[in-house]
């Protein structure tokens, strides 16, 4: 099993560009998540989605959209990216029922300049 | 905001000692559980502890837990090397209230 995988690992764009982060996993998780993690901000929760079709908003979710149209795929898209978007984004998955237990992808740098 | 506060921020032992670092949240929880993230690295879970345990073990990591105070912690026996990394705590009221801390960034020297 690959485990939870996140494409591009590295980006740079300029302000107003748009981009998907993507981010699968192959363990048949139900609950998938992104954070961003900024420098002495531990990691905060852009959006979440429980299944297939469903997703809902985290602690910081301006600027980002997301779908969950299969279980496996989770994109976080950025449809006019700021400087303020200047952030490590991770994806993790959850087992229902698994008490919350995260399992991470390595994350995406990225840039906005 | 953030749920969890770690204390340190920032720890600097030698090989061979203990760890610990400490987590406080402010709200109930159901569980909190104890990550680590090597530099450059997704987080790696390392321990959970429900609300109705006090202490957990596993290998050379123990957790407490203690409601009351809403707080818990992290204790690495005999440390390597190796155990250089950040380590964050994470608190759980349901899926949508995972919350993580701000995190103990440890270094163990050689």
């Known amino acids: 099993n690959a485990g939870v995988t996140q494409t591009p690992k590295f980006q740079v764009l300029k302000t107003g560009q748009s981009m998907t982060l993507q981010c699968a996993q192959d363990?048949?998780?139900?609950?998938m998540s992104w954070y961003r993690q900024d420098p002495g901000m531990g990691l905060r929760l852009i959006h979440y989605s429980v299944g297939a079709g469903i997703t809902d908003q985290g602690e910081v979710p301006n600027g980002y959209n997301v779908s969950r149209s299969t279980t496996e795929d989770f994109p976080l898209r950025l449809l006019s990216a700021a400087p303020s978007q200047t952030s490590v984004y991770f994806c993790?998955?959850?087992?229902?029922?698994?008490?919350?237990?995260?399992?991470f992808g390595p994350g995406t740098r990225l840039t906005v300049l | 905001s953030q749920q969890g506060e770690e204390d340190p921020q920032a720890l600097s032992i030698q090989e061979g000692e203990n760890a610990t670092m400490n987590c406080s949240y402010k709200?109930?929880?159901?569980?909190l559980q104890w990550y680590r993230q090597n530099s450059g690295r997704g987080l790696v879970h390392l321990i959970l502890?429900?609300?109705?345990?006090r202490e957990k073990h596993s290998g050379r990591l123990r957790v407490t837990l203690d409601t009351s105070k809403k707080s818990s912690s992290l204790l690495i026996t005999a440390s390597r090397a190796a155990d250089t990394a950040s380590y964050f705590c994470?608190?759980?009221?349901?899926?949508?209230?995972?919350?993580f801390g701000t995190g103990t960034k440890l270094q163990v020297i050689p």
């Open positions: 502890i429900r609300s109705n345990e």
């Open positions: 993790a998955s959850t087992r229902e029922g698994s008490d919350n237990e995260q399992f």
């Open positions: 363990m048949n998780h139900e609950y």
């Open positions: 709200t109930s929880i159901n569980n």
């Open positions: 994470a608190t759980s009221g349901g899926y949508q209230k995972v919350t």
